[in-house]
């Protein structure tokens, strides 16, 4: 029981490090594109905005599954790629099928991918938000004045 948890929260811990380098290069890409997102026209920027970062975090999530994933397949627990990426990916959204099952003595493991996937998920609607609130609200300034 205790590997069990001393591994999930090492990959929790792994996909809280991919998603605070993702928000990471999201604020280089505000700071380095601010003067442009704030000029008129803001409709299609916003938008634009929105379709990039919705992208960014989808592939931030996709990571952290695959991270679950391999972390399946390397304790032996699939004995196929599609079947652990499916499992994580299951179970890190929270749908939890049934159908494909971890062994008995490793059931914590999928407790923990969903506790991860609810945080992950969580974390990317926030920052979504802020980003969207962001440049909005810069826009809406300049917009005024």
């Known amino acids: 029981m205790i590997v069990q948890l001393l591994i999930g929260a090492a990959l929790i811990l792994a996909t809280t490090v991919v998603a605070g380098l993702g928000f990471l290069v999201i604020e280089i890409a505000l700071n380095r ?3 442009w997102l704030i000029r008129p026209p803001h409709a299609i920027k916003m938008l634009a905005l929105l379709c990039i970062a919705v992208s ?3 592939l931030i999530v996709s990571i952290s599954v695959w991270i679950w994933g391999l972390a ?3 304790l032996g627990l699939f004995s196929a790629t599609e ?3 499916y ?3 299951v179970s890190f959204t929270t749908l939890g099928f049934g159908d494909i099952l971890l062994p008995q ?3 914590l493991l999928s407790g923990m991918a969903s506790i991860n996937g609810l945080l992950m998920i969580g974390l990317q609607t926030a920052m979504l938000i802020e980003i969207l609130r962001r440049v909005r609200s ?3 300034k300049i917009g005024s004045g």
């Open 105 to 107: 003595d490793w059931r």
């Open 72 to 74: 399946f397949l390397g």
């Open 138 to 140: 810069v826009q809406g």
């Open 56 to 58: 960014w975090f989808l």
């Open 33 to 35: 594109f601010h003067r």
């Open 87 to 89: 499992f994580a990916i």
């Open 83 to 85: 079947e652990a990426v």
